[in-house]
């Protein structure tokens, strides 16, 4: 009886074996699967980082052009006011500059005339009142 009893015990442990090995596998299959989720769940965050990462490193790029460029045409409006100005300021002065040599001119001129007016004038006047004179020694009234 000893030994029936023996084989069924070695049957039982047999049995045992097989069972945990069963549950060995699936405990396995189970880890399998849960390290697949994990690896793909951490891959999924990667790629999505990377993606999320390239997404702004290209949009502060577009930002920064856009600054570059606004930067270029806040120059470029600086330089045409500063060209417009200074030839305003320029001209300005050179307008100044002529119609003041042109007063000087006229003024100077206008001198010469007048003193030259003045002179026929006066020795025209004198002219008269010698006249005037001689007449009134000439013919008294």
Do not use: C, F
């Amino acid at each position: 009886m000893d030994k029936i009893y023996l084989i069924i015990y070695y049957l039982l442990v047999i049995e045992v074996v097989l069972i945990a090995t069963e549950e060995a596998a699936v405990v396995a299959e189970i880890v399998v699967v849960v390290v697949a989720v994990v690896v793909v769940v951490v891959v999924v965050v990667v790629v999505v980082v990377v993606v999320v990462a390239v997404v702004v490193v290209v949009e502060v790029v577009a930002v920064a052009v856009v600054v570059a460029v606004a930067v270029v045409v806040v120059v470029e409006v600086v330089v045409e006011v500063v060209v417009v100005v200074g030839v305003a300021v320029v001209v300005s002065v050179v307008v100044i500059v002529v119609v003041a040599a042109t007063a000087a001119a006229a003024v100077t001129g206008t001198d010469e005339k007048w003193e030259s007016t003045r002179d026929r004038l006066s020795s025209h006047s004198n002219l008269q009142l010698s006249t005037q004179a001689r007449d009134k020694e000439a013919w008294p009234h």
